[in-house]
């Protein structure tokens, strides 16, 4: 049997607060005493507050999480300027080796696994078009197929440098034409790596958005 208390968060404090709203009244008719509700609407008015407390932290953290994500991304105001003024003081004749150490600005050469290289994407649905987002990790260029959601067959869009690709699909004619007329499709994408103009590694895993007409 289902209990009457909710579990979802929102819902649940809809139901305190109403169920703490209505006590006063309707807890004389069923037997309980002025302490007691007083008792127990506390109670209720504790769960409401944890509950906002919660909801506070949680939109808190999204929001701490989007803040640093923007300043990490490339061509932004955080890692992007300090990388940026690394390389001026990397061009400058007194830079050495031995100061790069102690700055921590020397890159460590990682072995390139050429052979599991698997790559992650990610469709954000736009106005018109999807925005195909990954990151390279090492390779030249990104191949990116797509395919409508539930058929099998894929179709090569392009080898892109730069994340952030507009895919912009046109739905085929057909006769008839289909009425009322489709206002969206669900499309699913694939990446793959290219290194020194051949596919490496294994296609990610299929990944997808709605566009919207």
């Known amino acids: 049997m289902k209990s009457f208390i909710p579990a979802a968060i929102a819902m649940l404090r809809a139901w305190l607060l109403n169920f703490k709203t209505v006590l006063p009244v309707q807890g004389l008719l069923v037997g309980q ?10 109670i209720a008015q504790e769960g409401i507050a944890l509950v906002d407390t919660l909801t506070a932290a949680k939109a808190a953290q999204k929001s701490a999480v989007t803040a640093l994500h923007t300043w990490k991304k490339p061509g932004g105001t955080g890692l992007a300027v300090l990388r940026d003024n690394i390389d001026d003081m990397k061009g400058d ?6 100061i790069g150490d102690i700055l921590g ?7 390139f696994d050429a052979i599991d290289y698997k790559p992650v994407g990610k469709a954000i649905p736009q106005p018109g078009y ?5 990151e390279k990790l090492g390779v030249d260029l990104m191949s990116i197929d797509y395919r409508v959601k539930g058929t099998s067959g894929w179709v090569h869009l392009g080898n892109v440098q730069n994340s952030g ?3 912009a699909y046109t739905m085929p004619v057909v006769t008839p034409p289909v009425s009322p007329a489709p206002t969206s499709v669900d499309l699913q994408y694939q990446l793959t790596g290219i290194l020194h103009d051949v596919l490496i590694g294994h296609p990610s895993d299929p990944f997808g958005a709605t566009l919207m007409y």
């Open 105 to 111: 600005t020397v890159s460590i050469e990682e072995p």
């Open 93 to 98: 004749p007194g830079y050495t080796k031995a």
């Open 130 to 134: 999807n925005l195909i987002n990954f």
């Open 165 to 167: 690709f507009h895919h």
């Open 33 to 42: 005493t002025s302490t007691q509700i007083t008792a127990t609407v506390a």
